[in-house]
């Protein structure tokens, strides 16, 4: 999938689990954690491509964005492989959570979460960048750490819950690239190899492919006319989430089952 459509499903699949958890009383995140969280989730699913030189990450710091992504690039073996992993994302919980746990830092504003304030800036960054609210990396940056600035004032218990944000973005841009031709190596760097018999058969042969990746091609190729659907279906799911939670956070229900009722 293009960056976009990974930002714009991390944002989607946020504001759904979010609302799940929410039904379920399982945890509940005030109005404002849910905006911010969105914006997140939707940097955090441009992650996996730090591994690609070409990336959307990878512009935004000359010649440092470039290096620090091809290093990774080559750690991970090359595009879609040891950072599009199930080890992957059980390493990305686990990093984000020891750094959020041992980055805490006295200052004369209180205690300031290095770890979270540093994931803010980025994520934002990186968010604002792709879903094109500007296209100056500078500005980006700025917002990014305007962004910062409010989580610290504003919503300090973010630490909690960001590493299930950075996770979950995370995740669903490895199901987002497992559902195009190209696939995903799951297992890295083993790559099991399907059965002859299974080879010989139509369809079936393209779920497990003879390179040892998975797929479920429904969207074609990357940046197919599926994708676009898809993602501005993401787009629109999105705009009506955040719309309804920032009604919410004005004592003002707009849900389509609330406005139902006046028809």
Not at 161 to 187: E, R, V
Not at 223 to 240: D, H, K, P, Q, T
Request: glycine share 10%.
């Amino acid at each position: 999938m293009m960056g976009y459509s990974h930002a714009m499903s991390g944002a989607a699949g946020w504001y759904a689990v979010t609302s799940a958890s929410a039904g379920f009383g399982w945890y509940e995140l005030r109005p404002e954690e849910q905006l911010a969280g969105a914006i997140l989730c939707a940097g955090a699913a441009l992650l996996p491509d730090a591994d690609h030189p070409s990336a959307t990450i990878a512009h935004s710091i000359p010649i440092v964005g470039r290096t620090v992504t091809g290093a990774l690039g080559h750690a991970a073996g090359g595009h879609r492989k040891g950072m599009h992993t199930l080890w992957s994302i059980a390493g990305v919980f686990v990093l984000s959570l020891l750094l959020g746990l041992i980055s805490n830092v006295e200052t004369d504003f209180g205690v300031v979460n290095i770890a979270a304030l540093v994931a803010t800036v980025a994520l934002t960054t990186f968010a604002v960048k792709v879903l094109r609210f500007t296209r100056n990396w500078g500005i980006a940056w700025l917002i990014g750490m305007a962004a910062a600035v409010a989580m610290f004032f504003f919503q300090p218990d973010s630490a909690f819950w960001l590493p299930i944000c950075i996770t979950l973005g995370y995740g669903i841009h490895l199901l987002g690239d497992a559902i195009t031709t190209g696939g995903i190596a799951w297992f890295y760097p083993w790559l099991p190899k399907p059965p002859a018999w299974l080879v010989a058969i139509p369809v079936v042969n393209r779920l497990w492919m003879k390179n040892g990746y998975f797929s479920v091609p429904i969207l074609g190729n990357t940046g197919s006319w599926r994708e676009n659907i898809l993602a501005f279906g993401f787009s629109m799911y999105v705009l009506y989430a955040s719309l309804v939670i920032f009604a919410e956070a004005w004592g003002v229900d707009i849900r389509f089952a609330t406005l139902l009722q006046y028809l």
